[in-house]
């Protein structure tokens, strides 16, 4: 890939094996923060579910619609029922459970890996239901829009005018910690808004490897005598400037892949291929391809010590949650998929070249929005707040962070059809784990701008760094 470069260019010899000493030095240092990305909208609540008597009835009453439209999921006990879980902090008169195709989440949750923060969602301050109804505050630019809220919750910044993720801003502040900048940022599922920095720029990795430019170390046209000319052609800096652009970014993305496929190459016996997932409404065992993304970035920590890196920072994506229509199926299958990828990421963690991992290294989730509460007649629309998954060795799992809102409708939370304000800001939970990160509270400030608005800048899921 081409647009893969860091700053500055790169000798087309590299010495790895000094970068891994540099590297190697700091290994009890290294940290990394993996954001998976359910693109399209999840349906919380039906990720996690109030179960207490008083909860259960009015979640029935409202998604139980009758007939092949209804999306309410069975109780506790029943066949294909949710899946209990016990908060270590519990709520008062409340019980809670997972979707049923979350019984990986449900084991991680279960040893104290994995933690639950509810009602996150884009706020610019802190809103009520009064405020937001009258206007009367800063609100987050179109609400309920896919591509204007994945931005806000990438960026923090409207999609118009976002020009940096927070991801890519807390890779900025860290970078020159690495031996080698270029691989501070990477996402394996295409250019994501989340990783691009002020100065440090993101490489795309698509499928297990770094996909090379070929021919330059083979024959070209049955010629051996090609290649090398071949390179110098691609390389080679004219004096155009938009020539001389292209030739240095071709020469990066020619290193970073040599620097990149070294690393990897030495991780890849460390890291299995992951199991078949079983696709809840079929039976169909298959790939799941965000099990291959965490794959890839399991083999690219196993590579740290070659790449130079103390602190990276991943994106991965799993979608579409858009469930307007099949919403029961749809839904069953993606969290099918997002739970077998992270068990299997959390297993590979746990054992990554003879080394436990996972303290060391933090996945969340975001997503462009929950959904609403009422049934469109066989799924949901557009939301707000929703509830997220953090995992890893640092987090303090087996919890539930935030208040869970009333189930129901007509409450203070209700902004229409059941969709949540958010009672916790992305700004909140990304300052979290940007302080476990190692940002100090300046740097977190320069990330999270409007982290001021907020008295809470820490919400406690995290062990201290």
Request: proline share 5%; net charge neutral; glycine share 12%.
């Amino acid at each position: 890939m081409l647009a893969l470069a860091g700053t500055g260019a790169m000798p087309f010899t590299l010495n790895l094996a000094a970068m891994g000493n540099a590297a190697a030095q700091n290994a009890s240092d290294y940290k990394a923060l993996v954001c998976l990305f359910m693109t399209g909208g999840n349906d919380h609540f039906n990720t996690v579910l109030p179960t207490d008597s008083g909860s259960w009835n009015e979640y029935q009453r409202i998604r139980n619609t009758g007939g092949t439209g209804s999306i309410a999921l069975p109780g506790v006990g029943a066949t294909g029922g949710v899946l209990p879980i016990t908060p270590n902090s519990p709520q008062a008169g409340r019980s809670f459970a997972l979707h049923p195709s979350l019984g990986p989440l449900k084991q991680l949750f279960d040893a104290g890996r994995v933690g639950i923060v509810a009602n996150v969602g884009t706020l610019i301050q802190p809103t009520t239901l009064v405020q937001f109804k009258a206007q009367s505050v800063q609100l987050p630019p179109r609400l309920f829009s896919h591509n204007d809220q994945q931005a806000t919750w990438q960026s923090t910044q409207a999609e118009t005018t976002a020009t940096s993720g927070w991801g890519g801003r807390i890779a900025d502040l860290v970078a020159s910690g690495n031996s080698n900048a270029t691989f501070t940022c990477i996402s394996s599922a295409g250019n994501a808004l989340f990783l691009a920095g002020r100065t440090v720029r993101q490489y795309q990795i698509s499928g297990t490897s770094a996909a090379p430019i070929t021919k330059l170390n083979e024959s070209l046209f049955g010629m051996p005598a090609g290649s090398n000319p071949l390179r110098q052609i691609i390389t080679a800096e004219p004096t155009n400037l938009f020539q001389k652009e292209h030739a240095a970014v071709v020469a990066r993305a020619i290193n970073s892949q040599a620097a990149l496929s070294s690393g990897m190459l030495a991780a890849g016996s460390g890291v299995p291929d992951p199991t078949p997932y079983i696709n809840p409404n079929t039976g169909v065992a298959t790939v799941n391809p965000l099990a291959v993304q965490l794959q890839t970035v399991a083999r690219i920590i196993g590579g740290r010590s070659a790449l130079g890196a103390r602190r990276q920072v991943f994106y991965v994506n799993l979608g579409t949650f858009d469930t307007h229509d099949y919403q029961l199926t749809t839904q069953a299958d993606m969290l099918a998929k997002l739970a077998h990828a992270m068990a299997y990421f959390d297993g590979v963690m746990g054992n990554l070249q003879g080394a436990n991992m996972r303290n060391q290294v933090t996945l969340f989730t975001a997503s462009d929005f929950g959904r609403t509460f009422t049934s469109n007649g066989d799924g949901t629309d557009h939301g707000w707040g929703s509830h997220h998954f953090i995992m890893g060795g640092a987090v303090k799992g087996k919890d539930i962070y935030g208040s869970m809102p009333v189930t129901g409708l007509g409450h203070s939370l209700d902004v229409g059809s059941g969709s949540l304000l958010p009672t916790t800001s992305v700004d909140q939970y990304g300052a979290t784990l940007a302080s476990w990160f190692g940002l100090s509270a300046t740097q977190i400030a320069d990330v999270f701008p409007n982290i001021a608005n907020f008295s809470n800048r820490n919400l406690g899921f995290m062990n201290a760094a």
